[in-house]
Nanobody, 123 residues
Framework: QVQLVESGGGLVQAGGSLRLSCAASGRSFSRYAMGWFRQSPGKEREFVAAISWSGGTTYYSDSAKGRFTISRDNAKNTVYLQMNSLKPDDTAVYYC????????????????WGQGTRVTVSS
């Protein structure tokens, strides 16, 4: 398994941007599909975006499509989530996840999780 550490969260005004990073330890990062999920208080964890091991396939939730971009740099063992046009509804703890079963929109496809980074979008 890989160990994952997210960073880049913070407080931003509506309409602003943030870039989240997820650094992975281990030599096999390039084998893993990566995903971003988020959880708001009182809500279930939800899928945001995912990317295949090569970066050639990406999936987005409907709420993320057109505003967020997932990317990865296998040489740096890092996956990114660029978030633009942020809305108060994007306020959540964002989690990075890694899995070997292939790019997936569901959390059952991921075996390793980070501790999360908090994003707060003010109106």
């Amino acid at each position: 398994q890989v160990q994952l550490v997210e960073s880049g969260g913070g407080l931003v005004q509506a309409g602003g941007s943030l870039r989240l990073s997820c650094a992975a330890s281990g030599r096999s990062f390039s084998r893993y599909a990566m995903g971003w999920f988020r959880q708001s208080p009182g809500k279930e964890r939800e899928f945001v975006a995912a990317i295949s091991w090569s970066g050639g396939t990406t999936y987005y939730s409907d709420s993320a499509k057109g505003r967020f971009t997932i990317s990865r740099d296998n040489a740096k063992n890092t996956v990114y989530l660029q978030m633009n046009s942020l809305k108060p509804d994007d306020t959540a703890v964002y989690y990075c996840a890694a899995g070997l079963v292939g790019v997936s929109r569901t959390d059952v496809g991921y075996s390793s999780w980070g501790q999360g980074t908090r994003v707060t979008v003010s109106s």
